[in-house]
């Protein structure tokens, strides 16, 4: 399994821009999310899908959104981006449910996004 | 989920055990002891968890005290390779009302030196 990837690894983008920041998992997790770290914080979240069809706001939602059409991606859309927007982030993915010791979530290798 | 508090910084020596400690003291009933870690420019990778037994694999051991207000992970040989931020968390395990965010706090910073 390749687990949890994302694409791009470093991405520039412009004030205005937009963009999409593609993470796939092949686990068949039906938990995904997207968190951002910035320097000297921990993760926050971003958004949630606890489900295809289904998604949720996290802590610090505003500038971004989701979908999720398939079980394997949960792609994360930055409309307009903007400086405060400048982060790593990371995607993530877990089982709904089932024996304790699969309740672990795995993360993808990062997006170094910088907005201009 | 209960707030948790560990040291900013720790050291240790190669070979040598690794005693990270973390303090949950608002822990509540249901509610699990996680640790992960990151190793820098990566995201973050899942070590242990517990509830209130000792737990242990091939990463690490989990020590949780009897009355569950702290905790302390062991990496029992500790390598260059573990050097990292580590991160104690407390939530409800998977299943449970919440969604399984995990709220990650500043964690500790272990460097390993030779």
């Known amino acids: 399994n390749a687990g949890v990837t994302q694409t791009p690894k470093f991405q520039v983008l412009k004030t205005g821009q937009s963009m999409t920041l593609q993470c796939a998992q092949d686990m068949n997790h039906e938990y995904m999310s997207w968190y951002r770290q910035d320097p000297g914080m921990g993760l926050r979240l971003i958004h949630y899908?606890?489900?295809?069809?289904?998604?949720d706001q996290g802590e610090v939602p505003n500038g971004y959104n989701v979908s999720r059409s398939t079980t394997e991606d949960f792609p994360l859309r930055l409309l307009s981006a903007a400086p405060s927007q400048t982060s790593v982030y990371f995607c993530?993915?877990?089982?709904?449910?089932?024996?304790?010791?699969?309740?672990?979530?795995?993360f993808g290798p990062g997006t170094r996004l910088t907005v201009l | 989920d209960a707030k948790t508090t560990q040291p900013p910084s720790m050291d240790c020596a190669e070979g040598r055990a690794a005693n990270l400690p973390c303090n949950h003291s608002t822990i509540s009933g249901n509610e699990y002891v996680y640790w992960y870690r990151q190793i820098h420019s990566q995201g973050p990778q899942y070590i242990i968890h517990g509830l209130k037994n000792n737990e242990t694999n091939e990463m690490a051991s989990l020590i949780i005290t009897e009355d569950r207000k702290s905790s302390t992970l062991i990496l029992p040989h500790a390598t260059l390779r573990d050097t990292a931020v580590y991160y104690c968390?407390?939530?409800?395990?998977?299943?449970?009302?919440?969604?399984?965010?995990?709220?990650f706090g500043q964690g500790t910073i272990l460097t390993v030196h030779p």
């Open positions: 968390i407390v939530r409800v395990a998977a299943g449970g009302t919440s969604y399984g965010k995990l709220t």
């Open positions: 899908s606890v489900g295809a069809g289904i998604t």
């Open positions: 993530a993915s877990r089982r709904a449910q089932g024996a304790r010791w699969t309740d672990t979530q795995y």
